[in-house]
């Protein structure tokens, strides 16, 4: 099954400079755990123990995964899945 | 250095100013590689707070891809502060995620003055850089 993923600026050290990588599983979850075997590191700037990490943005097609189900977000074949990094700050 | 024309440099403060005392963000936009900041794009901050800013996702995704279609990537990405001055948080910091942006900071603390200054962030070490004012 394959998922197009892709990959902001800087992420692009884990992939080689590829903008896109193709990846699969059954859950984003899944997917991420995939990535790794090819893209060692990339996953860690995804999630860590709480689940996908605040920094960055994860898309399935045109929704924000965190609206449907965060890493047990289920994917199918032909799905893209969009990483780009949050932009937010503060003074605080 | 930032080169940066007055016009867009007037409207990144107009909209911190009408977005006072929240936090103001937004993007100017220019061609991949060109370091021209052209197209500006205002942003709604997800959080509406005086204290932190946020792109809301939908929004930035429909950017984002915008951008990529016109081979366009964000050249500044500006926000204001509005109690302290015009210099990265910590948060600002641990949050900058684009090594060829130009992390452009307004303080509105000061009615009459505003402070524009601009950034490099990279490794989460913060660079001052001079702006120009160019002509269009």
């Known amino acids: 099954m394959a998922i197009e993923v892709r990959i902001p600026t800087i992420l692009r050290s884990y992939t080689g400079g590829a903008k896109s990588v193709e990846g699969s599983g059954a859950t984003l979850g899944d997917l991420f755990a995939d990535l790794e075997a090819r893209h060692e590191g990339l996953r860690d700037r995804l999630v860590d123990d709480a689940g996908l990490r605040r920094f960055v943005n994860v898309y399935l097609n045109d929704e924000d995964v965190r609206f449907i189900g965060g890493l047990q977000t289920r994917l199918t074949d032909g799905d893209t899945v969009t990483v780009l990094p949050a932009v937010a700050g503060g003074r605080s | ?136």
Request: proline share 7%.
């Open chain 2, 1 to 136: 250095m930032l080169t940066i024309s007055a016009r867009l440099r007037d409207r990144i403060i107009a909209h911190a100013r009408a977005d006072h005392p929240d936090e103001a963000c937004g993007v100017i936009a220019g061609p991949a590689g060109s370091d021209r900041p052209e197209r500006f794009i205002q942003m709604l901050n997800a959080e509406r707070s005086p204290t932190f800013y946020r792109f809301d996702s939908m929004e930035q995704l429909r950017v984002w891809r915008e951008m990529d279609d016109r081979d366009e990537e964000p050249v500044v990405i500006y926000h204001s502060h509005t109690a302290t001055e015009a210099y990265p948080s910590r948060t600002d910091i641990s949050y900058a995620s684009e090594p060829a942006a130009h992390y452009v900071l307004v303080s509105t603390r000061d009615p009459d003055l505003a402070e524009f200054r601009s950034f490099r962030i990279r490794d989460g070490v913060v660079a001052e850089e001079d702006v120009l004012i160019a002509p269009e």
